[in-house]
């Protein structure tokens, strides 16, 4: 599996951001696809992760500025950041986690910065 992101960049304090991820290879048994992020100096967080069912989670500190959208027949998965604020700056990671017969896999993208300035 393969995840291929896009869209970061720097912005100002209010402004938008979407970041997009496709995925190829052995796609089958997806569970969810999302996107979770690593602040400087801090530890890798969830932003927000979908299911095949369209099942939506997302992490309290972004639940009205941000929505995740998946195209399940493309296998791609977006994030419009709306309202961004100079702690949402990171490295964003795109995810896809899939079942195995042993249990789940988690598969990550490059990261893509994401820069806010105030």
């Known amino acids: 599996v393969q995840l291929q992101a896009s869209g970061g960049g720097l912005v100002q304090a209010g402004g938008s951001l979407r970041l997009s991820c496709a995925a190829s290879?052995?796609?089958?048994?997806?569970?969810?696809m999302g996107w979770y992020r690593q602040p400087p100096g801090k530890q890798r967080e969830l932003v927000a992760t979908v299911t095949s069912g369209g099942r939506i989670n997302y992490a309290d500190s972004v639940k009205g500025r941000f929505t995740i959208a998946r195209d399940n027949v493309k296998n791609a998965v977006t994030l419009q950041m709306n309202s961004l604020r100079p702690e949402d700056t990171a490295v964003y990671y795109c995810n896809l986690n899939r079942g195995t017969p042993w249990g789940t896999t988690n598969y990550w993208g490059p990261g893509t910065l994401v820069t806010v300035s105030s």
């Open positions: 290879g052995r796609l089958f048994s997806i569970n969810t």
